[in-house]
């Protein structure tokens, strides 16, 4: 994969820290820091990471996916580029990397795009993840025209039959396509944007195909290839996604034939000091394991960010990662700090 491309990339981001954005970074860390060697939350600092839904709505039916399988309890919709804007204007000061994404695929919401070219004139660097079932012509060009900085094409399988088995109703000829198009008005539009990457999710249909993934993402021009493992949620008595080569699993056999997550439960959690995640209608939550929407710390149509982010509930919410995170439904499965496996 391409050096240079990686490098471009981590100039890209760098540059949008400003002095503001870099004393905020620095209180963000050392509150945090501070805070593990107390033993109870200070935080001094405002998000400078978050991720927002664009959208709820999906075209494919993952099966360890809310939204693939339609099981939401909580409101689904689509987010309004109004509040964006609005939400963008609060924010803008310290955060400089906004992921677009929850739930659901970022391209259906129609003003997708058009948000993303808001965030860029604020200097923050924006990322997307995909399906690329939306990558047509016109979607590509429109893509590097907005500024997008980072796209993720997810992309689980070399073959029709392998790809289908976890990306059901997906065409793998159409994300190929959208990689090529991504690629092609890249080029044309003389852009290094958007750093483009195959995310790989690493199940048991799929497994034998890794090295057939590096060569696809060459012949066509994607810059990374990221293997990720993935989370499933009935894993405890064995589950045919899980890979059977253990370095790709998140979940480790026992003697007795059942699993568990491998990595240790510790009674902290970085993302409640760095970042958040927004739902498409301005719920306030505390990450990305939070699917369904059941820990909501505050509501932005009726409170600004600063005053949700300093709230009493998000504070407590804090006091109890650190009085017991296996306490903490989300946490029971959650797989923070689990490394993801990429080779270049």
């Known amino acids: 994969m391409s050096k240079l491309a990686k490098l471009q990339d981590a100039w890209n981001l760098g540059r949008r820290i400003g002095p503001k954005r870099f004393w905020n ?10 805070s593990r ?36 309890s909580r409101p689904t919709g689509n987010l309004k ?22 739930q659901g695929e970022p391209y259906i919401n129609p003003n ?27 979607n590509a060009k429109k893509t590097v025209e907005s500024g997008l900085d980072r796209l993720i094409i997810s992309i689980d399988g070399s073959d029709q039959e392998t790809y289908s088995a976890y ?26 944007t958007p ?6 999710l690493v199940v048991r249909p799929n497994e034998h195909q890794i090295p057939d993934i590096y060569r696809l993402a060459e012949e066509i021009g994607v810059d990374e290839v990221k293997l990720k493992t993935a989370q499933i949620y009935d894993y405890k008595q064995g589950n045919p996604l899980i890979p059977t080569q253990n370095k790709y699993a998140r979940y480790a056999k026992q003697a007795d034939g059942s699993y568990i997550i491998k990595n240790e439960l510790l009674n902290h ?5 760095h970042s958040c995640v927004i739902s498409w209608d301005g719920r306030v939550l505390p990450c990305c394991f939070d699917k369904d929407a059941q820990h909501e710390l505050g509501q932005l149509q009726s409170a600004s960010f600063e005053e949700i982010w300093w709230s009493e509930a998000y504070q407590e919410f804090r006091e109890l990662l650190f009085r017991g995170r296996d306490q903490i439904d989300i946490c029971q499965n959650c797989t923070e700090g689990c490394k993801v496996w990429a080779e270049d």
Request: proline share 4%; glycine share 6%.
């Open 37 to 72: 060697l107390l033993g109870r939350p200070k935080q001094w600092g405002l998000p400078f990471s978050i991720a927002i839904e664009p959208t709820t709505a999906c075209n494919l039916r993952c099966p360890e996916c809310p939204s693939g399988l339609r099981n939401f």
């Open 81 to 102: 580029a109004d509040f964006f804007r609005s939400l963008m204007d609060q924010m803008g000061g310290q955060l400089f990397y906004l992921t677009f994404y929850f």
């Open 112 to 138: 997708f795009l058009e948000m993303v070219a808001y965030a860029k004139q604020k200097g923050i660097y924006t990322a997307t993840s995909t399906n690329a079932h939306f990558l047509n012509e016109a």
């Open 195 to 200: 750093y483009l990457i195959f995310q790989f």
């Open 269 to 273: 959690c970085w993302k409640l000091w």
């Open 25 to 34: 970074l620095v209180k963000v860390y050392s509150s945090y820091y501070y």
């Open 167 to 192: 990306r059901k109703s997906g065409k793998l000829e159409n994300v190929l396509q959208g990689a090529r198009n991504m690629v092609k008005w890249r080029k044309k539009l003389k852009s290094k």
